[in-house]
């Protein structure tokens, strides 16, 4: 796998391996986050979330893990596919608002 | 089909001549929200609306309203548009402090 700082706006992986994009959050009184993964031309699409009272949430194939000492988040994707080429945004939702705040995004391209 | 609709999809206007951009969603979602979406600075949150008659400004509201009549409809009116509006826009939805659920875009032009 790769791993990057916090945001590089680009990541290129091979086929295959794991990807890791991280993201760095601004308000520590955000309890909620959420990844979106953005193809060209279609709006985001949910991947996976997780509240503040854990630390990690796995779904299929991708894993988000969150360290609130350092307000930091991150999204392994495991077995990184074509399909998983796009742009991949953070948000953070501070406690008890309707407010959304988004990460500038990490485009993820695959090399078969 | 669980749905959030936006139109129209692709729109060329000219300065100053009002336009409403309708957004719609089919889940019974009390949150939604419009965002503009431009290259180097990513999505940022114009309005957002907590439930019928309940909204309020994200961090880019200037020049923009919207309205939140009913549950499932919120419009995105430019009164007065501008060439800095030109922009890629997204419509969501979702149940309160939940995952958003976005639109297909709807990309603006002012000339």
């Known amino acids: 796998g790769e791993s990057v700082g916090l945001h590089l706006p680009t990541l290129s992986v091979q086929e295959g391996d794991n990807s890791i994009i991280n993201c760095a959050y601004s308000?520590?009184?955000?309890?909620?986050f959420i990844w979106y993964k953005q193809e060209s031309g279609k709006g985001p699409q949910f991947i996976i979330d997780?509240?503040?009272?854990?630390d990690k949430r796995q779904g299929q194939r991708v894993t988000v893990l969150l360290n609130k000492t350092v307000k930091h988040l991150s999204l392994q994707i495991a077995a990184t596919q074509p399909g998983d080429s796009a742009v991949y945004f953070c948000?953070?939702?501070?406690?008890?608002?309707?407010?959304?705040?988004f990460g500038q995004g990490t485009t993820l391209q695959v090399k078969p | 089909e669980a749905q959030v609709t936006q139109n129209p999809r692709y729109l060329i206007t000219v300065t100053g001549k009002k336009l409403t951009v309708t957004c719609s969603q089919n889940?019974?979602?009390?949150?939604m929200s419009w965002y503009r979406q431009d290259p180097g600075l990513g999505l940022r949150q114009i309005y957002y609306?907590?439930?019928?008659?309940?909204?309020d400004k994200g961090d880019v509201p200037e020049g923009y309203k919207v309205s939140r009549k009913e549950k499932r409809n919120f419009p995105l009116i430019l009164e007065s548009p501008s060439p800095n509006q030109t922009s890629l826009y997204f419509c969501?939805?979702?149940?309160?402090?939940?995952?958003?659920?976005f639109g297909p875009g709807t990309r603006l032009t002012v000339l």
């Open positions: 609306s907590m439930n019928v008659e309940v909204t």
């Open positions: 969501a939805s979702s149940k309160l402090h939940n995952e958003q659920f």
């Open positions: 308000n520590s009184a955000s309890d909620y």
């Open positions: 997780i509240r503040s009272n854990m």
């Open positions: 889940m019974n979602h009390e949150y």
């Open positions: 948000a953070e939702n501070p406690s008890n608002t309707g407010k959304l705040i």
